[in-house]
């Protein structure tokens, strides 16, 4: 049996529980990138949290969008490539990548890419050739 229950931002944050969307609301991210909808209630439900916006106009729900999507690569957990867009705004984004969006973010996007890929090359050398870098490590350790 599922359970609903309205909890407001501020009790939520002061909770003693552990989700990306509390990582973004302490972060400062509470409304949607691309249409600035501000969420002003979290939804406590028997599978988790989820954000709202409840207005006499309207009731949005807000989501977790990855700026680098998982299905081009990003990672699904890291922070830098997380940011919230409302639902609406986030289907019509689908698993693009969009410019305008990479350019906030682009030194944690990049620095993320960066050690990414470095990380990746790095394993490929080490397990391909290991006698290469156990004798580089000690000539730069010289």
């Keep these: ?78 922070a830098a490539n997380q940011q919230l867009m409302c639902h609406g705004c986030n289907n019509k984004k689908s698993n693009k990548i969009e410019l305008a969006t990479l350019e906030n973010v682009w030194n944690n996007i990049e620095d993320y890419i960066i050690l990414n890929r470095l990380h990746v090359f790095l394993h490929k050398v080490i397990t391909t050739f290991p006698e290469f870098v156990i004798k580089q490590t000690i000539n730069v350790a010289d």
């Excluded at 991210?29 to 599978?47: E, L, T």
């Design 1 to 78: 049996m599922k359970f609903y229950r309205l909890v407001s931002i501020d009790n939520f944050l002061k909770g003693n529980h552990k989700s990306s969307i509390k990582r973004l609301l302490l972060n400062g991210h509470r409304s949607c990138i691309r249409c600035g909808i501000i969420a002003n209630v979290v939804v406590h439900h028997s599978d988790g949290y989820l954000l709202y916006h409840f207005s006499e106009e309207k009731c949005e729900m807000l989501t977790i969008d990855h700026i680098v999507p998982k299905s081009v690569g990003g990672r699904k957990k890291a």
